[in-house]
Structure formats: C-alpha cells, structure tokens
C-alpha cells in the first residue's frame, strides 16, 4: 500500500508555470506507475500524464502535451509534474495516483480504473 500526498498548487496568472510535487509513502515506490488526473468544477475527472516503471515513459493528454512534464524521483518516493504556459482552462483540482499494473505504458494508464491509491488534491486556479 501506498499514500499519497500532492503539493504545489496554488493561484497564478494565465502564462505562469508551477511545479506540483507528489510524495509517496513506503518503501515501493519505484514499483508503481504513476500518474496525474485533474477535475474542474463540474466536470468529471481527466486523465493529464502518466509515467510507466519499466521504461520510465511518459504518455500525455492532447491538451497539455509541450506545456507538462511528469517526471519521477525514486529516490525521494515523489512524483513531480511541471506546468508550463498555464492556461485559465487548467483551472482544477489535481491529483496523483499510483497504478499497480506495472507493466503498463502509454495509453493503456489513462484510466483511472488503472489506479489503486490516489491523493488528496491540490487546488490549482489560474487567472487570466
């Protein structure tokens, strides 16, 4: 079993970049795929990037792809993802969350049915 906590969020202006940070719980970290999901008010959760175990490859949705970089840290059993030129439409609450399907790359981690363990969210607004 795995926890997870994410931090990093906060209030920007239309252009700016932050850098959420996902810190796991344990000793089994790096035996995890990992991935970042959002949800707007209203809206249902969205799948933004995901890294596999394996290879390390990350797969990206359409609307954040050259903007967000997901990247991991075994060593500090955390999980980062690096926003660049936000958007106001960026605007939710993130997530983490931690897929025991280990063998699993590319698209087949954009389901959140992949996921065991999530976090509790970090609210990021983005102003325009």
């Known amino acids: 079993q795995v926890q997870l906590v994410e931090s990093g969020g906060g209030l920007v202006q239309a252009g700016d970049s932050l850098r959420l940070s996902c810190a796991a719980s344990g000793r089994t970290f790096s035996r995890y795929a990992m991935g970042w999901f959002r949800q707007a008010p209203g809206k249902e959760r969205e799948f933004i990037a995901a890294?596999?175990?394996?290879?390390?490859?990350?797969y990206y949705t359409d609307s954040v792809k050259g903007r967000f970089t997901i990247s991991r840290d075994n060593a500090k059993n955390t999980l980062y993802l690096q926003m660049n030129s936000l958007k106001p439409e960026d605007t939710a609450v993130y997530y983490c969350a931690a897929s025991t399907y280990t063998g699993s790359t590319g698209a087949s981690l954009s389901s959140d049915l992949k996921y065991a363990y999530w976090g509790q969210g970090t609210q990021v607004t983005v102003s325009s």
């Open positions: 890294i596999s175990v394996i290879s390390g490859s990350t």
